[in-house]
């Protein structure tokens, strides 16, 4: 089954305690991507990776990095959370960067940070 | 740049009424239109896209959405609602003249009331 997946989906952290939230697709997918979702503001883009080793910053990309050493993974870490980053964090993936296709989404990871 | 509109927080419609959730847009080039749809605690879910071609596109669970590029509005609808249609609706747009990037709308909450 096609799918993306993250880990953990509920997190409740303190200040400053380094977390890595884990995305994984298995659909051989280029393009992968990490968004916040806020009440009110919708889907804000974090990061964003066109392929191995190649990332880029979104809209939002203070307080996070994030890295590509494979195709299927594209984990999102957190060095030194704070209050603000509390959210709903979701990982995307798509075909690559010249299709038409849909974006796929993960179930979420809501992060909580004390 | 590219933006996108859903100008209603929130609609409600009685069950077996038609429903409408509306978006508009804003890009240089010809966009691609998504329409997304995400139930409570689960990841967005891909519904339709408009690409190219006919303006009028049928998706899943009985939406369908109508491109008008002269009014730059891709609004969602179905012929008659369903309590379970209660979730919220994003709209995208991808600009291919600038890349791959996914830009979301704020969301739509949609109450289908019995």
Redesign the interface.
């Known amino acids: 089954e096609a799918q993306?997946t993250q880990n953990p989906r509920y997190l409740i952290t303190v200040t400053g305690k380094k977390l890595t939230v884990t995305c994984s697709q298995n659909m051989n997918h280029e393009?992968m991507?990490w968004?916040r979702q806020d009440p009110?503001?919708?889907?804000r883009?974090i990061y964003?990776s066109?392929n191995v080793e190649v990332t880029d910053k979104?809209d939002v990309p203070e307080g996070y990095k994030v890295s590509r050493k494979e195709k299927r993974n594209f984990p999102l870490i957190l060095e030194s959370p704070s209050p603000n980053q509390t959210s709903l964090y979701?990982c995307?993936s798509?075909q690559?960067?010249?299709?038409?296709g849909?974006?796929?989404?993960?179930?979420?990871s809501r992060l909580t940070v004390l | 740049a590219q933006s996108v509109a859903q100008p209603e927080d929130q609609v409600n419609v009685a069950e077996g009424n038609p429903l409408t959730v509306k978006c508009t847009y804003s890009v240089s080039g010809n966009p691609y239109l998504f329409w997304y749809v995400q139930y409570p605690n689960r990841g967005l879910q891909f519904l339709l896209k408009y690409i190219t071609g006919d303006n009028l596109v049928k998706g899943s669970y009985g939406f369908e959405a109508e491109f008008n590029k002269s009014q730059t509005s891709f609004h969602l609808k179905k012929p008659s609602a369903l309590v379970s249609d209660s979730a919220l609706y994003f709209c995208a747009v991808r600009d291919p003249y600038y890349g791959q990037n996914f830009v979301f709308g704020p969301g739509t909450r949609l109450s289908v009331l019995p």
């Open positions: 993306v393009y991507s968004y009110g503001l919708g889907l883009q964003y066109m979104g979701f995307a798509c690559d960067k010249v299709s038409t849909e974006l796929f989404f993960g179930e979420g």
